[in-house]
């Protein structure tokens, strides 16, 4: 009897592969626009002819436009007039949720911050309310950029976040179980919304627009008052089951002190949260409010138990970044940590306690904007991963 032939496993099938195709077309574009097609193709690996169609094909869309072509190009023909990226028509909206207050952003298809807005959360945060004032926040921000069209939202937040089914699995800080943000935001907006983890979210930020750029292997430490970490490899950021990947809450800090929710004493987000480094702070007199941003004034104007709080919390940081550094081996790493973000000295401690000839570690590329990005990433990631079926002309 005549057998049937299995596909290769190695071939995707036709639709995987015009999207991969589509995907790596608008990356490239990203990366080096203005750039000519016929470079696309040489950097792709793909044909002139597929280039020159998923180029025509983004162009229709909005997506990307025709640079000004360099005078002593003129005349050569098409494929050397360079694209780039058409960052005029469209915006993400981006949402990130933290314990004090949501971030809510519009960013150009460039991942640049082109608005952001804090929402401080007044009392219990309900998370009902919190996305009913986050669709207002976006709307707000949206009226104040006429022309310009959403193409999506991405939301990021903090804890146990089920990127597939959209919805925050658990935030104990936030006091949110099986919240389904995406249909509730969804509902408000009337527009495409994704959800992830914000550490998952800075690992595809750092990928497409940070410093991570081309490094084969990222690992992102989060630290604020969640403490989570993301490893991606490649394109593929790792979620695991139900997206419970990264989950280091509950890591052991040789040494730690704080008695954390779970139970035990001396867990990383117990040791390493804001909340933690305020009380501390506050304790020791050094600041009297309840915000981080407080110490790290205090330490400006020279308090040395601020300083020394800070770079304390970033040697464990590093000695917390050290231990996955162990499991993962990644070709770089990313931390976004507030003292590590504004201080030299805790940057070389933070280098310190990781210790020497290991992957070079950064502070987050996104500066003050960081949760901003957070949010527009998760959108924007779907964008470059599949921009054929992102496309605008669905909205
Ligand atoms: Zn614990």
């Known amino acids: 009897m005549p ?3 299995a596909p290769p496993l190695t071939t995707p099938p036709p639709t995987d592969r015009r999207r991969t195709s589509a995907s790596v077309v608008l990356r490239s574009v990203l990366e080096h626009g203005p750039v000519a097609r016929s470079t696309i193709a040489r950097l792709t690996g793909l044909s002139p002819a597929s280039v020159t169609d998923y180029c025509a094909r983004f162009t229709e869309l909005g997506l990307i436009r025709e640079a000004e072509a360099p005078r002593r190009l003129k005349g050569v023909g098409r494929p050397h007039v360079p694209v780039d990226l058409d960052d005029s028509r469209f915006v993400v909206g981006g949402v990130h949720v933290a314990v004090p207050y949501t971030t809510v952003a519009l960013l150009d298809l460039r991942g640049r911050v082109v608005l952001r807005r804090e929402l401080k959360h007044s009392g219990a945060v309900d998370p009902l309310a919190v996305l009913a004032r986050a669709a207002a926040g976006l709307a707000a921000l949206l009226a104040e950029v006429p022309g310009s069209r959403p193409l ?15 919805t ?9 179980r099986e919240v389904p943000v995406r ?9 495409p919304v994704h959800v992830d983890g914000h550490a998952r979210a800075l690992v595809n930020g ?4 940070g410093r991570a750029r081309g490094s084969r292997s990222v690992l992102h430490l989060f630290v604020g008052n969640v403490v989570d970490a993301a490893f991606a490899t490649g394109d593929e950021v790792h979620h695991g089951p139900r997206s419970q990947a990264g989950t280091i809450a509950h890591l052991p800090v040789p040494g730690g002190t704080e008695p954390c929710g779970c139970g035990r004493t001396g867990c990383l987000q117990a040791e390493l949260s804001e909340r933690t480094l305020v009380r501390r702070a506050r304790a020791a007199g050094a600041v009297e409010g309840s915000n981080p941003m407080d110490v790290l004034a205090a330490a400006r104007a020279g308090d040395p138990v601020a300083v020394r709080l800070l770079v304390e919390r970033a040697r464990m940081t590093g000695r917390a970044a050290g231990l996955l550094l162990d499991v993962l081996n990644p070709e770089s790493v990313v931390v976004t940590e507030v003292g590590v973000l504004h201080r030299e000295d805790c940057l070389a401690a933070l280098r310190e306690a990781v210790g020497p000839e290991r992957a070079p570690v950064l502070p987050t590329s996104f500066g003050a904007s960081v949760l901003a990005v957070a949010g527009g990433s998760v959108a924007l990631d ?3 991963r599949d921009p054929l079926s992102a496309s605008p002309e669905l909205i």
């Open 3 to 5: 057998r049937t032939a």
């Open 183 to 191: 249909e509730l935001l969804g509902a408000h907006t009337g527009l």
């Open 382 to 384: 779907v964008l470059y």
């Open 168 to 176: 925050v699995v658990e935030h104990p800080l936030l006091g949110w």
């Open 206 to 209: 750092e990928r497409l627009f």
């Open 152 to 166: 999506g939202i991405g939301v990021a937040v903090g804890g146990w976040v089920d990127r597939d089914s959209g």
